[in-house]
């Protein structure tokens, strides 16, 4: 089918076809007051990133949510590409989950998507009644029409992790995904793949261990995860447990975007490992670490040997380029991941972090780099924090970063950040030879929004992106 059908659901009909799709011109993005010090609710921002507007990298619309401390973060849609057969459909509603209240916000961007409204409030007490489940996180649009929100814990903050279902079109708490007693021990992130019958899973930690910030001692107490869960994607329940070899903390998850395809990669933030997942022959699943990014010796810092902190991680549309930052570190990476068993690093850029020249940390001993990194300075700003969330436009030519991890983790390890605000940035992508380049005339300062410095998180756009479409 071609993408100009005219009964086509949302989305695009395959990856490839998705790479021809429009130039981006805005950009929806959570912003966090939670631990800033400003008492104010978090907000969905619009960003203008069309270079031909006059209000290009401009805040052009902000919405505010009726509470305070919800701590947003991730986002997803209604309705995607594994909906593209249903004519039916239409992707006019961003789903944001809150991490820490455990509300989920629906929100109307069809109506007018450069001033997006509220649609729906789902208050804690319903998923609760109905899922028993609490700190939302990731949130994927099904091929049934329903939408999917994974959990990291219970209502106390214990670990589970579980999911909750939504009638996509009317926003109703279902129930849970998973059978009952189901859950896993923790959750954080997932992506499924139904020609394979499988969705797997990961996890960060159990809410009461992360929510207040990052305490060494715990990873000695063996209180973060390690493990991925693999799930049969018919029967709603897990089949097999990957225990991960340098992999602590994995949290974003990126099948291959080749719906055939029964591999892909999960960045596992505290060992700063890429590890590769695939079936095997049997139909079992193993795992391989492919990247190992090491730790730096310091003075100065928390701990004597800094990890890089992988965080987020995506896969071009093609599935050729794998993206990941490294957000204490403060680089940005690109490997060539044509065949995943060896992906080859073909660019580098460091965007901040915390390893820069004239900052508090002082490097010892580094296998990577023959000095520190200079300061990021963008349009006289001066970055704080670290390279965090990406995104990707569609042809894959145009990267996006934004500097805030989570609030409480924002505020311990990059201080400055609370009182600067974030940034988002844009990096051009050579997608011919590979490289990456800051383009230096761009930037939006969440430190001069109109209430004060905000934590500018996920991004999002209208049409689906490469980290919120799963084809089937």
Request: proline letters at 7%; one cysteine or more; charged letters at 20%.
């Amino acid at each position: 089918m071609a993408t100009k059908c005219g009964n086509c659901g949302p989305g695009y009909s395959t990856p490839l076809e998705a790479m021809k799709g429009p130039r981006e011109e805005i950009v929806y993005l959570p912003c966090i007051y939670r631990n800033t010090g400003t008492e104010a609710p978090d907000y969905l921002a619009t960003v203008d990133v069309d270079p031909k507007s006059p209000q290009y990298c401009q805040v052009i619309h902000r919405l505010p949510m009726p509470n305070l401390k919800d701590e947003l973060h991730h986002s997803g849609w209604n309705t995607c590409s594994s909906c593209f057969g249903d004519s039916s459909k239409s992707r006019t509603k961003l789903v944001l989950p809150s991490l820490i209240s455990s509300r989920i916000y629906v929100v109307d961007v069809g109506s007018e998507p450069r001033a997006p409204k509220l649609h729906k409030v789902i208050e804690p007490k319903d998923i609760h009644a109905k899922c028993e489940l609490a700190f939302l996180h990731t949130s994927h649009c099904l091929a049934s029409g329903e939408v999917m929100i994974s959990s990291l814990g219970d209502l106390k903050g214990n670990g589970k992790g579980g999911f909750v279902l939504l009638d996509g079109e009317t926003f109703e708490v279902k129930g849970t995904w998973e059978r009952p007693g189901g859950a896993a021990p923790l959750g954080y992130d997932f992506w499924y793949q139904p020609r394979h019958n499988v969705m797997i899973s990961t996890e960060w930690a159990a809410p009461n261990v992360l929510r207040d910030g990052f305490n060494p001692a715990d990873v000695e107490a063996g209180l973060y995860g390690s493990h991925l869960y693999v799930w049969d994607w018919q029967r709603h329940e897990i089949v097999q447990t990957l225990s991960l070899k340098d992999g602590l903390i994995p949290l974003e998850i990126r099948f291959l975007h080749n719906p055939d395809a029964a591999q892909g990669f999960v960045g596992c933030a505290l060992s700063s490992t890429i590890q590769r997942f695939y079936k095997n022959e049997g139909g079992t699943w193993s795992v391989e670490k492919v990247i190992q990014v090491p730790p730096k010796k310091v003075k100065g810092w928390l701990l004597p040997e800094m990890p890089g902190l992988i965080t987020d991680i995506l896969l071009s549309l093609d599935d050729r380029f794998l993206y990941f930052s490294n957000w204490l570190h403060g680089d940005l990476r690109q490997y060539d991941v044509s065949d995943p068993q060896r992906p080859r690093l073909t660019g580098q850029l460091f965007l901040g972090g915390s390893i820069v020249k004239g900052g508090p940390v002082q490097v010892l001993e580094d296998q990577e780099l023959k000095s520190q990194p200079e300061p990021l300075v963008v349009k006289g700003k001066r970055v704080a924090g670290g390279p965090q969330m990406i995104q990707l436009s569609l042809d894959g030519k145009r990267l996006y970063v934004t500097t805030s991890l989570y609030s409480a983790w924002d505020k311990q390890f990059y201080p400055d950040l609370i009182r600067e605000g974030s940034v988002m940035l844009q990096v051009d992508v050579d997608t011919v030879k590979g490289g990456l380049k800051l383009n230096p005339n761009f930037l939006v300062d969440f430190g001069k929004e109109p209430l004060g410095p905000a934590l500018a998180h996920e991004l999002r756009y209208p049409g689906g992106d490469c980290s919120s479409d799963i084809w089937i």
